[in-house]
């Protein structure tokens, strides 16, 4: 009896050609996307809870997990749900330290909309025994 095809090592050998999957397509082209405030003038807050952000830490390489939160009050732009979903997705393989991926966040956010106020907060899963939580805050000068 001929010995039926395995079909692990032919899945193998159809998957070892790269191809990029459109979500990590998208997560790589990820940036920031507004639309205009629907509200201009009256002075609200938007919370947003990203509970999968991951890094890699930039001296062991290991992975870092946290919840990233934002706060803020809008001007005249508000950022688009799914593109800060793949922006924060777009940090899984970069090695970068708790403190610089929070600060570059507020960065990058206040560059894409321009808020009033903007607070991000990263709370960090605890690894080797230590917590961390970084929290940047910006105001918008009158």
């Not at 952000?53 to 939160?69: E, Q, R």
């Not at 803020?72 to 090695?95: F, G, Q, W």
């Not at 894409?112 to 991000?120: G, M, N, S, T």
Request: net charge negative; glycine share 4%.
């Amino acid at each position: 009896m001929k010995p039926s095809p395995d079909l692990t090592s032919q899945s193998a050998a159809e998957m070892s050609v790269e191809e990029i999957k459109y979500g990590e397509r998208q997560i790589a082209e990820g940036k920031l996307i507004t639309f205009p405030n629907p509200r201009i003038g009256r002075r609200y807050e938007i919370h947003i809870t990203l509970p999968e952000f991951t890094c890699k830490c930039p001296f062991s390489g290991y992975p870092d997990f946290a919840t990233i939160n934002i706060t803020y009050v809008p001007d005249e732009r508000v950022v688009e749900l799914k593109a800060i979903k793949l922006y924060i997705n777009s940090y899984r393989d970069r090695y970068i330290s708790h403190e610089e991926s929070v600060n570059q966040i507020l960065d990058d956010f206040v560059a894409a909309c321009d808020p009033l106020e903007a607070h991000i907060k990263g709370d960090f899963a605890p690894r080797g025994n230590v917590h961390t939580v970084i929290e940047v805050h910006h105001q918008k000068s009158a």
